[in-house]
């Protein structure tokens, strides 16, 4: 089994940035496609982004691209999910979880989420 944890969520102001950081304990990264979701309140769950095993395939959804890059290092059992220009529409608990592969449909397949992390982008 592998566990996630995430952090580097906070309060920015538009045109901020945040790192975020999903941290694996237990089995090591290496076997595992990670998504990026976020759930803000009153709305459905959004696949943000995911990075296969590798690293060599990587989705967005359509509203982050261009503002959001996902990456991994799996040495340090760690997925980052670089923030940029963010936007208040943006704040949400953004969450971590193993997924069944790299793109939107199999971000449908998810399992072992973490407990969120939350990011408020607010003046």
């Known amino acids: 089994q592998v566990q996630l944890v995430e952090s580097g969520g906070g309060l920015v102001q538009p045109g901020g940035s945040l790192r975020l950081s999903c941290t694996a304990s237990g089995l090591t990264l290496d076997y595992y496609a990670i998504g990026w979701f976020r759930q803000a309140p009153g709305k459905e769950r959004e696949g943000v982004s995911c990075i296969s095993i590798t690293g060599s395939t990587t989705y967005y959804t359509d509203s982050v691209k261009g503002r959001f890059t996902i990456s991994r290092d799996n040495a340090k059992k760690t997925v980052y999910l670089q923030t940029l220009s963010l936007k208040p529409e943006d704040t949400a608990v953004y969450y971590c979880?193993?997924?069944?592969?790299?793109?939107?449909?199999?971000?449908?397949?998810?399992?072992?989420w973490g407990q969120g992390t939350q990011v408020t982008v607010s003046s």
């Open positions: 979880a193993t997924v069944a592969w790299c793109d939107a449909q199999g971000m449908r397949v998810s399992h072992n």
